[in-house]
């Protein structure tokens, strides 16, 4: 499985910002698609994630509330709407893939190449 990950940027805070996970190869194995956080020095973080049949939403509770996770099926594409940011989102943002939902960065075997977010006060 390919994962190319896009849509990061430069953004002040509050602003909004939607990434984009295009998965491609052997999607049939997959039925979880996640996006991950990582600031240099600390451990990567889960954020959301999606199961691709049935598209059930699980949230960690830094971003619930804020941030959307979706998909498209017939693209096989997964987004992430981040509203409301803050300078501490501030981070590289990793989608990844998986043949389940998991709600740890530690689950998934399929990762992308990571895009930058960075929120400006």
């Known amino acids: 499985v390919q994962l190319q990950a896009s849509g990061g940027g430069l953004v002040q805070a509050g602003g909004s910002l939607t990434l984009s996970c295009a998965a491609s190869?052997?999607?049939?194995?997959?039925?979880?698609m996640g996006w991950h956080r990582q600031v240099p020095g600390q451990e990567r973080e889960w954020l959301a994630c999606?199961?691709?049949?049935?598209?059930?939403?699980y949230y960690s509770d830094s971003v619930r509330g804020r941030f959307t996770i979706s998909r498209d099926k017939a693209m096989n594409t997964v987004y992430l709407q981040m509203n409301s940011l803050k300078p501490e989102d501030t981070a590289i943002y990793y989608c990844?893939?998986?043949?389940?939902?998991?709600?740890?960065?530690?689950?998934?075997?399929?990762w992308g190449q990571g895009t930058q977010v960075t929120v400006s006060s």
């Open positions: 990844a893939a998986d043949s389940m939902c998991w709600r740890t960065a530690t689950g998934y075997d399929n």
């Open positions: 190869g052997s999607i049939s194995t997959i039925n979880g």
């Open positions: 999606i199961i691709s049949s049935d598209g059930s939403t």
